[in-house]
């Protein structure tokens, strides 16, 4: 959709010009003697129809104009030109920042804050003022002293985004210059807030809250220090899922065969010592039960269904049949966390149990003693709006494998798949398939052997789901 609205950086909207698009441009190629008779009007053009292509609605930022305008410059071979309008845009924020920083509020800088909820958000001294009275219990006129005196520190800095815990680091540093060291004291060492913490001992579930809150730390320290600034950069805008930031130390997934026994019993207790002793390992078990556990639940043994339903608080597990069982007359677990497995994919049955809200995986080798199948990290791309936009796809791909690469540094001691998933594209379209080979390749680069599968994890839907459908 062609823009008809310019959403400027304080918010005011404006019509879309595309005259003065050409102006910049022409400015661009004039500072190094590449101006010719018409040429900046047709590269305006190219960026008017880039921006329809990739543009959600009719209106667009103006820091979006201008990163068409450098991308358009770069493709069109206009290298120095793009050099040139980069350094005058960001010679404009330094000047723009340093008066903001003065108390001149007429203009706002080209700043945004990645928020508690992963999103990005334009700088606003309100809502800084109003998190900072939130959080750190300062007064009305205290938390605007802190927004200031933060302003300051960035004045004078060309920074585009920031995490919420490196804005954090920027006012606890405000904070000290400003005299109050006590409040940083009992509140600034961590990124939880302390009453969250408290309440986790608290609660009746201690164990639980306690987890939660090591995976919202960990998840922290991961969009914070442990991402390419690329791939944070699309894990924020929707763009990128990364499987285990919550929990860096462990795979995506195991699945592993149980080996079969005539005790169901014995069955159970080596389910039950590989689910144990993998748990610490892997972020997700699927554990697949040999088909003598599935033929004594058939004769009426009901003494191992609450045996079974604990194993399934441990692990994914799945019950291995033929493909037809009179246990789905009446199936004795509630919940998503026992399916079956069968030899081959079978669509009624696969139908039957999904109105049974349970799941069906299939396969030959999910019947092998033994068998262990290891995935060590998982990746999706939300392609949405980049066909054909190969400049930008290369970038995304080169995002995922910087990230995967950082993924796969801290399981050293882990051996399976990398995977990852494109999601936005029409399966057969020539997009698709240059955005995953350039994935494949960009991993090759990294010694990185990338592996590609048609569907996305349900955490990876709910990433990217949430973007997608409040964007």
């Given at each position: 959709m062609t823009p008809a609205v310019v959403v400027k950086r304080d918010g005011r909207r404006v019509p879309f010009d595309q005259g003065r698009i050409a102006e910049a441009i022409r400015g661009a190629l004039g500072g190094v003697g590449q101006d010719g008779p018409g040429l900046a009007e047709e590269l305006a053009r190219v960026v008017g129809e880039h921006l329809a292509r990739c543009g959600d609605g009719p209106e667009v930022g103006l820091e979006d104009i201008q990163d068409a305008c450098v991308l358009v410059l770069q493709e069109s071979g206009h290298y120095e030109a793009a050099t040139a309008f980069i350094r005058w845009r960001d010679a404009r924020e330094r000047?723009?920042?340093?008066?903001?920083?003065?108390?001149?509020?007429?203009?706002?800088?080209?700043?945004?804050?990645?928020?508690?909820?992963?999103?990005?958000?334009?700088?606003?001294?309100?809502?800084?003022?109003?998190?900072?009275?939130?959080?750190?219990?300062?007064?009305?006129?205290?938390?605007?002293?802190?927004?200031?005196?933060?302003?300051?520190?960035?004045?004078?800095?060309?920074?585009?985004?920031?995490?919420?815990?490196?804005?954090?680091?920027?006012?606890?540093?405000?904070?000290?210059?400003?005299?109050?060291?006590?409040?940083?004291?009992?509140?600034?060492?961590?990124?939880?807030?302390?009453?969250?913490?408290?309440?986790?001992?608290?609660?009746?579930?201690?164990?639980?809250?306690?987890?939660?809150?090591?995976?919202?730390?960990?998840?922290?320290?991961?969009?914070?220090?442990?991402?390419?600034?690329?791939?944070?950069?699309?894990?924020?805008?929707?763009?990128?899922?990364?499987?285990?930031?919550?929990?860096?130390?462990?795979?995506?997934?195991?699945?592993?065969?149980?080996?079969?026994?005539?005790?169901?019993?014995?069955?159970?207790?080596?389910?039950?010592?590989?689910?144990?002793?993998?748990?610490?390992?892997?972020?997700?078990?699927?554990?697949?039960?040999?088909?003598?556990?599935?033929?004594?639940?058939?004769?009426?043994?009901?003494?191992?269904?609450?045996?079974?339903?604990?194993?399934?608080?441990?692990?994914?597990?799945?019950?291995?049949?033929?493909?037809?069982?009179?246990?789905?007359?009446?199936?004795p677990f509630a919940g998503r966390s026992v399916g079956l497995a069968t030899w081959n994919q079978d669509f009624l049955l696969e139908q039957r149990l999904q109105e049974l809200g349970q799941r069906l995986i299939s396969g030959p080798h999910l019947l092998e003693p033994g068998h262990r199948h290891r995935v060590v990290a998982e990746a999706a791309l939300n392609a949405q709006g980049l066909d054909g936009e190969h400049g930008l796809m290369d970038d995304l791909a080169h995002a995922t494998a910087a990230a995967m690469a950082a993924r796969r540094q801290r399981l050293e001691d882990l051996d399976g798949e990398l995977r990852f998933a494109v999601y936005g594209l029409p399966h057969d379209s020539s997009s698709r398939r240059y955005l995953e080979e350039a994935v494949v390749q960009e991993g090759r680069r990294l010694h990185l052997a990338m592996v590609r599968v048609g569907g996305l994890s349900q955490e990876a839907c709910a990433h990217l789901g949430r973007f997608l459908d409040d964007g």
């Open positions: 000047a723009r920042r340093e008066r903001i920083a003065g108390g001149d509020r007429r203009q706002a800088p080209n700043l945004a804050i990645v928020d508690g909820q992963l999103r990005r958000r334009p700088w606003d001294p309100a809502w800084l003022a109003g998190l900072l009275a939130e959080r750190y219990g300062l007064p009305a006129k205290a938390a605007e002293d802190a927004v200031a005196e933060t302003e300051r520190l960035l004045a004078g800095t060309i920074v585009e985004e920031l995490p919420l815990p490196h804005l954090l680091s920027l006012v606890d540093a405000a904070l000290v210059r400003l005299g109050m060291h006590g409040l940083l004291a009992e509140r600034a060492p961590l990124r939880l807030d302390q009453a969250e913490v408290r309440r986790a001992f608290a609660g009746e579930d201690g164990r639980a809250a306690l987890e939660g809150l090591g995976r919202a730390a960990a998840l922290q320290h991961s969009l914070a220090g442990g991402l390419p600034p690329a791939a944070l950069r699309h894990w924020c805008r929707g763009r990128l899922w990364i499987d285990g930031l919550d929990d860096p130390r462990r795979g995506a997934r195991l699945t592993a065969t149980v080996d079969g026994a005539p005790n169901p019993w014995q069955v159970l207790a080596s389910a039950f010592a590989i689910a144990g002793e993998q748990q610490r390992r892997w972020r997700r078990l699927r554990l697949v039960l040999p088909p003598s556990v599935l033929g004594h639940l058939e004769r009426g043994a009901q003494v191992l269904v609450p045996a079974i339903a604990a194993l399934a608080r441990m692990a994914e597990v799945h019950l291995y049949c033929d493909g037809r069982t009179p246990l789905l007359d009446e199936w």
